[in-house]
């Protein structure tokens, strides 16, 4: 197999425009054209397109406007983590020899359809996302005694990275008591507990070891790939536990031969306050029930090394982007080239994206 | 509308059942996920257990189990706190125009 880096990366920003697809797609991948090096299209030999809108044939759609021709290309969907999974495509591609460099690009409009799966007849009337929210909420509060207070800190927290974040749809900083006296989408949800759905693209540029040095000095390695689909039906989730992601990250860590420990910073799906916690635990950041401690002693001594683009929460999620802003985000913090938002000496890093309140999850490894 | 939707709609709540290895197949589907033989379709039981449940405005929702397998979120007509996980409740109404309802009340009113 071979080796495959992220030799290259775009990003709009994120907003509420309403905005054409196309137009999304090809913003992100004119900066991957504007600031990579020696990249001509005749060098590209796989597009790929991940992202929720109805919208057909992108993949040839983008390539056309691009300028490209490639041997290989198509869209992904894949709900929330429709981006890590393209990006896992083009990964495959380059490490099976099928292609040399892949762009993989993901964009959503902010009323995309991927935000409620209609197919799972499980969750009744109660099908928009902030009630799966609500059940993994109360019944993380019920087991481990979480209060909102801690989970307003995840909010406060990322609200505040985003401010860095060039790209980010909130630039707002909110005090934990805000958070907590927003508006109550239930009564175990706040507004700010949640992430927007936004207009918004991504782009990466992936190529195999042997063409790393035409494009960067500073290739980003993938070095860990797990996933893991439990099911589609919400209702079959265990609902402390993002199990899905226990197994995609422990395959992950075994791929790039680490422990979770070596892991300097992370990208990680708080589409809910609530998800944080369960995440930072399931990825074996911190030890099970130590979740909220552990994010709130990054928010007390400003330490960025969890979701320092902001996350879903600061950022926003615009679905078939922020698997694929996520690596971006990722591939800077490696090469040290995240300004403000920068975390000190970072060397290896991780995102984690996930579908249909974890019914499935990805989890990539970054090395410099 | 599949087997599942039309009998939701005249009130029956039913679920799919392996013809061959008696497995409740949840979700509703043509055929065993076990053994992928034909299934039949049969009531579900109308007791059923709380999973977890929150509360919109003065709507309480939950996650409710029948017979160890089969979960849906519906309608609780209760208040809140009336109500915890493991509690038992009784399907009052099942209904189909779009999106599928399920209303659910205590068993045990005190
Ligand atoms: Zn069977």
Redesign the pocket.
């Given at each position: 197999m071979k080796k495959v880096a992220v030799v290259g990366y775009g990003n709009t920003k994120f907003t509420k425009d309403e905005l054409p697809i196309e137009s999304l797609l090809l913003e992100s991948t004119k900066q991957v054209f504007d600031t990579t090096k020696n990249l001509s299209q005749d060098l590209i030999d796989g597009v790929i397109v991940s992202t929720n809108d109805n919208s057909k044939y992108l993949g040839a759609i983008l390539s056309e406007l691009s300028g490209i021709k490639p041997k290989i290309s198509h869209t992904v969907e894949h709900l929330c983590s429709s981006g890590s999974s393209a990006v896992i495509s083009g990964f495959s591609y380059i490490a099976s020899g099928l292609a040399d460099t892949v762009l993989v690009t993901g964009a959503d409009k902010i009323g995309n359809p991927g935000q409620i799966l209609e197919w799972d007849k499980s969750r009744g009337e109660y099908d928009h996302p902030i009630y799966w929210a609500s059940m993994f909420t109360k019944a993380h509060k019920r087991q481990f005694s979480t209060t909102d207070e801690e989970l307003a800190i995840v909010s406060a927290k990322n609200h505040k990275q985003a401010m860095d974040n060039p790209n980010a749809y909130s630039h707002k900083p909110y005090t934990i008591s805000e958070i907590m006296n927003s508006k109550n989408v239930t009564e175990d949800l706040r507004i700010l507990d949640c992430s927007y759905s936004c207009s918004g693209s991504s782009s990466i540029l992936l190529t195999s070891e042997e063409n790393v040095k035409r494009f960067t000095d500073e290739p980003i390695w993938i070095s860990g790939i797990g996933q893991k689909t439990n099911s589609a039906s919400f209702t079959k989730n265990e609902l402390t536990t993002l199990s899905s992601t226990v197994t995609a990250a422990n395959n992950a860590y075994k791929m790039a031969k680490i422990t979770p420990q070596e892991i300097d910073t992370a990208e990680i799906h708080d589409a809910f306050s609530v998800c944080e916690l369960m995440a930072v635990e399931d990825l074996s950041l911190t030890e099970k029930n130590t979740g909220a401690m552990y994010v709130r002693n990054l928010f007390n001594t400003e330490d960025r090394k969890i979701n320092p683009r902001g996350g879903l929460i600061g950022a926003g999620h615009p679905l078939g982007a922020t698997g694929i802003a996520q690596i971006v985000e990722i591939t800077q913090q490696l090469q040290n080239k995240a300004k403000n938002r920068q975390v000190s000496n970072a060397k290896r890093g991780l995102t984690h994206n996930m579908s249909a309140a974890a019914t499935s999850s990805t989890v990539l490894v970054l090395e410099s | 509308m599949n087997k599942f939707e039309t009998e939701l709609k005249a009130g029956n709540f039913v679920t799919s059942e392996?013809?061959?290895?008696?497995?409740i197949?949840w979700p509703p589907s043509d055929?065993?996920?076990?053994?992928?033989?034909e299934?039949n379709w049969r009531k579900v039981s109308e007791n059923g257990t709380i999973v977890e449940l929150s509360r919109k405005e003065n709507d309480v929702f939950c996650i409710t189990e029948f017979e160890n397998k089969i979960r849906v979120m519906g309608k609780l007509d209760a208040e809140i706190h009336m109500a915890k996980p493991g509690q038992t409740v009784k399907l009052t109404k099942c209904l189909f125009n779009d999106k599928n309802g399920f209303f659910f009340s205590l068993e045990n009113k005190q």
């Amino acid at each position: 197999m071979k080796k495959v880096a992220v030799v290259g990366y775009g990003n709009t920003k994120f907003t509420k425009d309403e905005l054409p697809i196309e137009s999304l797609l090809l913003e992100s991948t004119k900066q991957v054209f504007d600031t990579t090096k020696n990249l001509s299209q005749d060098l590209i030999d796989g597009v790929i397109v991940s992202t929720n809108d109805n919208s057909k044939y992108l993949g040839a759609i983008l390539s056309e406007l691009s300028g490209i021709k490639p041997k290989i290309s198509h869209t992904v969907e894949h709900l929330c983590s429709s981006g890590s999974s393209a990006v896992i495509s083009g990964f495959s591609y380059i490490a099976s020899g099928l292609a040399d460099t892949v762009l993989v690009t993901g964009a959503d409009k902010i009323g995309n359809p991927g935000q409620i799966l209609e197919w799972d007849k499980s969750r009744g009337e109660y099908d928009h996302p902030i009630y799966w929210a609500s059940m993994f909420t109360k019944a993380h509060k019920r087991q481990f005694s979480t209060t909102d207070e801690e989970l307003a800190i995840v909010s406060a927290k990322n609200h505040k990275q985003a401010m860095d974040n060039p790209n980010a749809y909130s630039h707002k900083p909110y005090t934990i008591s805000e958070i907590m006296n927003s508006k109550n989408v239930t009564e175990d949800l706040r507004i700010l507990d949640c992430s927007y759905s936004c207009s918004g693209s991504s782009s990466i540029l992936l190529t195999s070891e042997e063409n790393v040095k035409r494009f960067t000095d500073e290739p980003i390695w993938i070095s860990g790939i797990g996933q893991k689909t439990n099911s589609a039906s919400f209702t079959k989730n265990e609902l402390t536990t993002l199990s899905s992601t226990v197994t995609a990250a422990n395959n992950a860590y075994k791929m790039a031969k680490i422990t979770p420990q070596e892991i300097d910073t992370a990208e990680i799906h708080d589409a809910f306050s609530v998800c944080e916690l369960m995440a930072v635990e399931d990825l074996s950041l911190t030890e099970k029930n130590t979740g909220a401690m552990y994010v709130r002693n990054l928010f007390n001594t400003e330490d960025r090394k969890i979701n320092p683009r902001g996350g879903l929460i600061g950022a926003g999620h615009p679905l078939g982007a922020t698997g694929i802003a996520q690596i971006v985000e990722i591939t800077q913090q490696l090469q040290n080239k995240a300004k403000n938002r920068q975390v000190s000496n970072a060397k290896r890093g991780l995102t984690h994206n996930m579908s249909a309140a974890a019914t499935s999850s990805t989890v990539l490894v970054l090395e410099s | 509308m599949n087997k599942f939707e039309t009998e939701l709609k005249a009130g029956n709540f039913v679920t799919s059942e392996c013809s061959h290895c008696k497995k409740i197949v949840w979700p509703p589907s043509d055929y065993c996920d076990y053994c992928f033989k034909e299934v039949n379709w049969r009531k579900v039981s109308e007791n059923g257990t709380i999973v977890e449940l929150s509360r919109k405005e003065n709507d309480v929702f939950c996650i409710t189990e029948f017979e160890n397998k089969i979960r849906v979120m519906g309608k609780l007509d209760a208040e809140i706190h009336m109500a915890k996980p493991g509690q038992t409740v009784k399907l009052t109404k099942c209904l189909f125009n779009d999106k599928n309802g399920f209303f659910f009340s205590l068993e045990n009113k005190q």
